[in-house]
T-cell receptor
């Protein structure tokens, strides 16, 4: 079974631009969540999607948004990029939303904002 | 507020020696606790979890963790370290019964360096 796939692997953007990151969960997994990883702030929760609905949102500005499609694939979008948005963005999937489920992570998209 | 603390930024250990990576947590209600490992330029890989039951949990690659409710700790251990265990380790918690089921709260991470 293929793992969680994130594309692209690397991105370089300039301030003010927008970016879209893609995540394909493990086949059969319906829950997708996103995390931002930076050296200073560590791993921070962005949002979670299940059945095409956002179920939870972390403490990030409205420039960060996402969506989930009927095949469970998910995208996140960051508009009006700032230098501080440079980070590794990780997507994770799980079969459902049970609290005892482990998450399966992708390798991430490394975003650099210049 | 829920939180996880990993008090050591880095742990150094010689190959063949036992290792411990520390984690303490603060949650309301019963905690669901997890350990993940991250190798360079990779995502996180699941090592083990504590949900309920035995306080000693065994996981992947020979790792185990001990849940201690009175000390609110969930330390990761391995009897004999390998150089290939060198990586970044994260402790995480998800509050049992919370509606935030997709949300893990992570510690800051501990870099484990195993020297030959």
């Amino acid at each position: 079974k293929a793992g969680v796939t994130q594309t692209p692997r690397y991105l370089i953007k300039t301030r003010g631009q927008q970016v879209t990151l893609s995540c394909s969960p493990i086949s059969g997994h319906r829950s997708v969540s996103w995390y931002q990883q930076t050296p200073g702030q560590g791993l921070q929760f962005l949002f979670e999607y299940f059945s095409e609905t956002q179920r939870n949102k972390g403490n990030f500005p409205g420039r960060f948004s996402g969506r989930q499609f009927s095949n469970s694939r998910s995208e996140m979008n960051v508009s009006t990029l700032e230098l501080g948005d440079s980070a590794l963005y990780l997507c994770a999937s799980s079969p459902n939303r049970a609290t005892n489920e482990k998450l399966f992570f992708g390798s991430g998209t490394q975003l650099s904002v210049l | 507020a829920q939180s996880v603390a990993q008090p050591e930024d880095q742990v150094n250990v010689a190959e063949g020696n036992p290792l411990t990576v520390k984690c303490t947590y603060s949650v309301s209600g019963n905690p669901y606790l997890f350990w993940y490992v991250q190798y360079p330029n990779r995502g996180l890989q699941f090592l083990l979890k504590y949900i309920t039951g035995d306080n000693l949990v065994k996981g992947s690659y020979g790792f185990e963790a001990e849940f201690n409710k009175s000390q609110t700790s969930f330390h990761l251990k391995k009897p004999s370290a390998l150089v290939s265990d060198s990586a970044l380790y994260f402790c995480a918690v998800r509050d049992h019964g919370s509606s935030n089921t997709g949300k893990l709260i992570f510690g800051q991470g501990t870099t484990l360096q195993v020297k030959p």
